[in-house]
């Protein structure tokens, strides 16, 4: 085994001291001989907002940049780990800098790869130096990696994740609890699980980031995140769940990437995946991914997608493939052959749905509802009615066969128009997996 002091030192510029800051710091003072590669990893210099703030980790002894981009540009930094987050500002000038400056860098910022991950690519392989990832995609589970590297020899046709622990976390507490959306995020608020400005997770944007980067790697495409169709859970009612639990339903936050001859189609959007299905399983904070490819059939991993010690063991995997001198294209390819992000008009395709109305309590209702249905050439597959105690007028809910989306969407629109319906039908999809 090769002695300490033969191992060539490698100065790693950290940026961004928050979360997954502190805990690379602290797992890189717990282990002075990181990395497995064979050099040896160590805090050359660090930035954050401010100085003075106490941190869980002893700063006073490293060299301290005010400046993300100086520490970016610093001689005494030999990689460049960015840890501050946000698609652009001080993140992007900062890994900007690095790159041109001939740095590598590591990153675990899902808005900045999956909206500038092109251009950056780009830039990375003009100056032939690596730009990573891993932590960006659910924390400690190597998604990129497998996607990227170890799936490479297959054709993957579709990705599904459970990509935010936030949103997980809420779904699961509200049907466990039987309280409502808006009194599971106030709490989850207070515990610290979710953000004082919940929208990038609740409103499924932070699902979308990642499932862009996902799509990427696994179609050979560039990240085109403007593509991807976002809905969060904002929306979600506890009847909803608790209808669909009796249907044989879980509503989870999917977020998915499906390809056909036709081109790929990306979205995010609460989802009813089967009581039986691993990704309706996957209960709490947990991150969960179900991938199918052609010749290796289903494969499904789940575990932590956040935290500071999941998180700070991707970037520092990151690390050991720099010093390791691992090399390969960005994404799938090198990015100046990237093919464009062809997107399928979600309109086409067919799927399943689980449509909620809330009718007056009389004769003739669900005959009207279940007639326009029929016209449209929509066949219900399931049909549940249960009267709520207090509620003015019944929820009814039914399940579709699959069905063209523009198909379904007129159809409701129609019901909507009906006299005896009383609110806006709710319409959620059905898992295809
Ligand atoms: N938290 C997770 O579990 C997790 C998981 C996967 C990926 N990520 C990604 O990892 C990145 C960091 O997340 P985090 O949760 O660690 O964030 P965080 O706790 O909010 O920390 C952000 C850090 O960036 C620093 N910062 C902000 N503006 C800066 C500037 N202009 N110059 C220098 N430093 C600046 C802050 O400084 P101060 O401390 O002085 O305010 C803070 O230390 C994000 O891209 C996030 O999406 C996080």
Redesign the pocket.
């Known amino acids: 085994m090769m002695d300490l002091e033969d191992r060539k030192p490698w100065g790693v510029g950290v940026?961004?001291?928050?979360?997954?800051?502190?805990?690379l710091l602290s797992f890189l003072d717990g282990n002075p001989a990181f990395a497995p590669a064979g050099g040896l990893a160590y805090v050359s210099g660090v930035?954050?907002?401010?100085?003075s703030?106490p941190?869980p980790f002893d700063i006073s002894g490293l060299p301290w940049f005010?400046?993300?981009v100086a520490l970016a540009q610093a001689d005494s930094t030999e990689i460049f780990v960015?840890?501050?987050?946000?698609s652009d500002?001080?993140?992007k000038a900062?890994v900007e800098a690095a790159l041109k400056a001939g740095k590598p860098v590591v990153?675990?910022?899902?808005?900045?790869i999956a909206e500038h991950g092109a251009e950056l690519a780009a830039l990375a392989e003009e100056m032939d130096v690596p730009l990573l990832f891993e932590?960006?995609v659910m924390?400690g589970v190597p998604a990129v990696k497998m996607v990227r590297e170890a799936l490479v020899g297959d054709e993957i046709h579709s990705i599904s994740g459970i990509l935010n622990g936030t949103c997980n976390y809420i779904l699961t507490e509200m049907e466990a609890t039987g309280r409502s959306f808006a009194d599971v995020l106030s709490e989850a608020q207070r515990l610290g699980y979710a953000e004082a400005d919940p929208t990038m997770d609740v409103g499924g944007f932070?699902a979308a980031h990642k499932i862009t980067i996902l799509a990427a790697l696994a179609f050979g495409c560039a990240p085109t995140f403007g593509a991807a169709e976002i809905e969060g859970i904002e929306q979600v009612e506890l009847l909803d769940i608790r209808m669909a639990k009796d249907l044989g339903y879980r509503i989870k936050l999917v977020a998915s990437a499906e390809r056909s001859m036709h081109g790929a189609l990306v979205r995010v959007h609460p989802t009813l995946a089967p009581l039986d299905h691993p990704l309706a399983r996957a209960g709490g904070a947990l991150n969960a991914l179900f991938i199918e490819g052609e010749r290796i059939g289903r494969i499904f991993v789940q575990g932590p997608?956040?935290?500071?010690g999941?998180?700070a063991a991707?970037v520092a995997a990151d690390i050991a493939d720099v010093i390791a001198g691992a090399r390969r294209p960005v994404f799938q390819a090198p990015a100046d052959t990237l093919a464009p992000f062809d997107p399928i008009d979600p309109s086409k395709m067919l799927g399943r749905a689980y449509l909620r109305f809330l009718v007056r309590d009389e004769p003739g209702v669900i005959a009207a509802v279940s007639e326009t249905l029929a016209e449209a050439g929509v066949s219900i597959e399931s049909f549940l009615q249960k009267p709520t105690e207090g509620a003015q007028g019944v929820p009814i809910v039914l399940t579709t066969h699959a069905v063209a989306e523009s198909v379904l969407t007129a159809a409701v629109e129609r019901i909507a128009g009906l006299p005896a319906v009383l609110d806006r039908p709710r319409l959620l999809r059905i898992a295809r997996i």
């Open positions: 940026a961004g001291l928050g979360t997954v800051g502190a805990g930035s954050a907002r401010s100085r703030r941190r005010d400046d993300p960015e840890l501050i987050g946000g500002g001080p993140a900062a990153t675990a910022n899902k808005a900045l932590a960006a924390g932070d997608g956040a935290g500071a999941p998180t991707a």
